[in-house]
């Protein structure tokens, strides 16, 4: 799975849009861009995925760039519930017999009022 | 609907002793995975189980050990703990083996003194 570049933290107003980027330079073909987040004390959550084209789901709005190389998690309007720590994972839908999630150390966002 | 259920919640276990910790896929849900994650780190992958059998294993020693039962519920054992694992044990379920999303518990907290 090719590895990911995520800053360590970031801060955002609450209301406003929190934009996340994401390097992840040496992507294949064939591999997703994955977003989860974990709220401190519970589990990780699934929010968003993608392969080359720009997806939105109620929680978010994922950008990947043209080449692939990047790509930006976007919470359009942050709440104090969105404080988490958010991972990019790429990763291949087709890895043979096992799917494992390589996670990072993540970016930590701080919504704030 | 219920999610993925894990038990116990926290756990204090002493060096050398043996602990069992237990997960409840959703129902429907055919594989788990165990992940281990570390205070500061990103969750780290152990196993993979799909219908009773072993499709995936992560870099652990083998004093770690799973195992999935009929009704797809699994265990994950560790022996011969050491203070290094002490660790926030994750379970994620998914519908196969390869899936888009996976739906994690929010895990037991184990401390081993």
């Known amino acids: 799975d090719a590895k990911t570049t995520q800053p360590p933290s970031m801060d955002c107003a609450e209301g406003r849009a929190a934009n996340l980027p994401c390097n992840h330079s040496t992507i294949s073909g064939n591999e997703y861009v994955y977003w989860y987040r974990q709220i401190h004390s519970q589990g990780p959550q699934y929010i968003i995925h993608g392969l080359k084209n720009n997806e939105t789901n109620e929680m978010a709005s994922l950008i990947i760039t043209e080449d692939r190389k990047s790509s930006t998690l976007i919470l359009p309007h942050a709440t104090l519930r969105d404080t988490a720590v958010y991972y990019c994972?790429?990763?291949?839908?087709?890895?043979?017999?096992?799917?494992?999630?390589?996670f990072g150390t993540g970016t930590r966002l701080q919504v704030t009022l | 609907d219920a999610g993925v259920t894990q038990s116990p919640t926290h756990l204090i276990k002493t060096r050398g002793q043996q602990v069992t910790l237990r997960c409840s896929p959703i129902?429907?849900?055919?594989?788990v995975s165990w992940y281990q994650q570390v205070l500061g780190q990103g969750p780290q992958f152990i196993f993979q189980y799909y219908e009773k059998e072993e499709r995936g294993r992560g870099n652990f020693p083998d004093r770690f050990s799973a195992r999935q039962f009929p009704n797809y519920s699994s265990e994950l054992n560790v022996n011969a703990l050491l203070l290094g694992d002490s660790a926030l044990y994750l379970c994620a379920s998914s519908l196969e083996v390869r899936a888009y999303g996976y739906t994690f518990g929010s895990g037991t907290r184990l401390t081993v003194v």
């Open positions: 129902s429907g849900h055919k594989s």
């Open positions: 994972i790429v990763r291949a839908l087709d890895t043979g017999t096992a799917s494992k999630l390589t």
